[in-house]
């Protein structure tokens, strides 16, 4: 049997930094609504920098931490709904700039909880045998896709990636991972593709934004996280209480309180910094990850609950001994 570890962690915000009171010279808000609504008190913009740009950024520090020489990296996945072309994906654009001769890369989307997809699948890959490092990726540009005339949403996203390194290990460290989805057919959380009106006209059709039903999303969010990490801790016969800490997805601070209190699990055990990025969809949970590490909130031996929810309707948890 082999298993599983997460060997190295790193994650890359951008330089330009919008607290809530500049988002007040556009955006018809207050830093009192915004911070008591969602908890964000700022977020990191890009500011001409790709989805590559951030990736690369983080996977240099994942490497860095995880102390391996980066050709032995044989399988890279980036989750990201912001990729910076429909193709070359920013996988094997990745691929390319780490010159990492011929590792197997590939993009995929499954909105916020793109992380825990991209775990799941590199985690199998590498106990199915064939693959030993996995470089895994959450990057996202998502303001470009931010509505600014639209108060309910533009002031909740933030740009950013983390990074991970799993690789194979003689102790079972990631433990077990779930994923889920509901099909969104009430379209509560949205960006479309632009309309193929005539496809013999080469028309060209401007770019949609995120569109949001907030309180349905905050609904299915408070509902799903709890039921992800209770599944997570009865199908491996733990409680709560065996769990040193939660990282959860970081929408909405009053997303992770509520989730604590139906979890009833102390708020000292919830990491947030959703203060100080807003929600960066797939580079939420592994920022998140990287940030407690080197924070020192998780610790070597830790047994911790990673849980995201996203757009799709999408939901994912891991638990994983670091
Ligand atoms: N500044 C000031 N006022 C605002 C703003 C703003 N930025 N946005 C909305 N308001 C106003 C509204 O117009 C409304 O005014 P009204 O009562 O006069 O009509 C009032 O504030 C209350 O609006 P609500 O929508 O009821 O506010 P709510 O308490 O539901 O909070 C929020 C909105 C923060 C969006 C909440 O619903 C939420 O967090 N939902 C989940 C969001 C989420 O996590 N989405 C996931 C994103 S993608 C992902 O991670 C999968």
Same mark, same amino acid.
């Given at each position: 049997?082999?298993?599983?570890?997460?060997?190295?962690?790193?994650?890359?915000?951008?330089?330009?930094?919008?607290?809530?009171?500049?988002?007040?010279?556009?955006?018809?808000?207050?830093?009192?609504?915004?911070?008591?609504?969602?908890?964000?008190?700022?977020?990191?913009?890009?500011?001409?920098?790709?989805?590559?740009?951030?990736?690369?950024?983080?996977?240099?520090?994942?490497?860095?931490?995880?102390?391996?020489?980066?050709?032995?990296?044989?399988?890279?996945?980036?989750?990201?709904?912001?990729?910076?072309?429909?193709?070359?994906?920013?996988?094997?654009?990745?691929?390319?700039?780490?010159?990492?001769?011929?590792?197997?890369?590939?993009?995929?989307?499954?909105?916020?909880?793109?992380?825990?997809?991209?775990?799941?699948?590199?985690?199998?890959?590498?106990?199915?045998?064939?693959?030993?490092?996995?470089?895994?990726?959450?990057?996202?540009?998502?303001?470009?896709?931010?509505?600014?005339?639209?108060?309910?949403?533009?002031?909740?996203?933030?740009?950013? %990636?983390?990074?991970?390194? =799993?690789?194979?290990?003689?102790?079972?460290?990631?433990?077990?991972? !779930? $994923?889920? #989805?509901? /099909?969104?057919?009430?379209?509560?959380?949205?960006?479309?593709?632009?309309?193929?009106?005539?496809?013999?006209?080469?028309?060209?059709?401007?770019?949609?934004?995120?569109?949001?039903?907030?309180?349905?999303?905050?609904?299915?969010?408070?509902?799903?996280?709890?039921?992800?990490?209770?599944?997570?801790?009865?199908?491996?016969?733990?409680?709560?209480?065996?769990?040193?800490?939660?990282?959860?997805?970081?929408?909405?601070?009053?997303?992770?309180?509520?989730?604590?209190?139906?979890?009833?699990?102390?708020?000292?055990?919830?990491?947030?910094?959703?203060?100080?990025?807003?929600?960066?969809?797939?580079?939420?949970?592994?920022? %998140?990850?990287?940030?407690? =590490?080197?924070?020192?909130?998780?610790?070597?031996?830790?047994?911790? !609950? $990673?849980? #995201?929810? /996203?757009?799709?309707?999408?939901?994912?948890?891991?638990?994983?001994?670091?």
């Amino acid at each position: 049997m082999s298993f599983t570890k997460i060997a190295g962690t790193g994650s890359y915000v951008p330089q330009t930094v919008f607290t809530n009171d500049d988002l007040k010279q556009f955006v018809d808000t207050s830093d009192e609504w915004i911070f008591t609504r969602t908890g964000i008190r700022e977020r990191h913009m890009t500011q001409g920098e790709t989805t590559l740009d951030l990736a690369y950024h983080a996977a240099i520090n994942a490497i860095h931490s995880a102390q391996i020489d980066k050709n032995e990296i044989d399988l890279i996945i980036v989750a990201t709904v912001t990729a910076d072309y429909a193709f070359p994906g920013v996988s094997q654009l990745l691929q390319a700039q780490l010159e990492i001769e011929g590792a197997t890369a590939f993009d995929i989307n499954a909105a916020c909880s793109g992380f825990l997809y991209a775990m799941q699948i590199a985690d199998k890959m590498i106990k199915a045998g064939g693959f030993h490092n996995a470089l895994i990726v959450g990057a996202e540009t998502l303001t470009r896709l931010t509505d600014w005339r639209d108060r309910n949403t533009c002031v909740l996203f933030g740009d950013g %990636a983390g990074a991970m390194i =799993i690789s194979k290990s003689d102790t079972n460290q990631i433990t077990d991972i !779930i $994923t889920g #989805a509901q /099909g969104d057919t009430d379209l509560l959380l949205v960006c479309k593709n632009p309309d193929l009106k005539d496809p013999h006209v080469n028309a060209i059709s401007s770019q949609d934004h995120i569109h949001m039903k907030g309180q349905e999303v905050f609904k299915f969010a408070t509902r799903i996280m709890p039921k992800t990490v209770t599944d997570l801790l009865e199908r491996n016969h733990l409680t709560i209480n065996d769990l040193d800490c939660v990282v959860a997805h970081q929408a909405n601070q009053r997303i992770i309180d509520k989730s604590a209190r139906d979890l009833g699990i102390d708020m000292s055990k919830m990491f947030s910094n959703i203060h100080k990025y807003g929600n960066t969809s797939a580079a939420s949970v592994p920022i %998140a990850i990287d940030e407690a =590490i080197r924070t020192n909130f998780l610790k070597k031996g830790d047994r911790f !609950i $990673t849980v #995201a929810f /996203g757009g799709g309707l999408t939901w994912g948890g891991a638990l994983i001994t670091l």
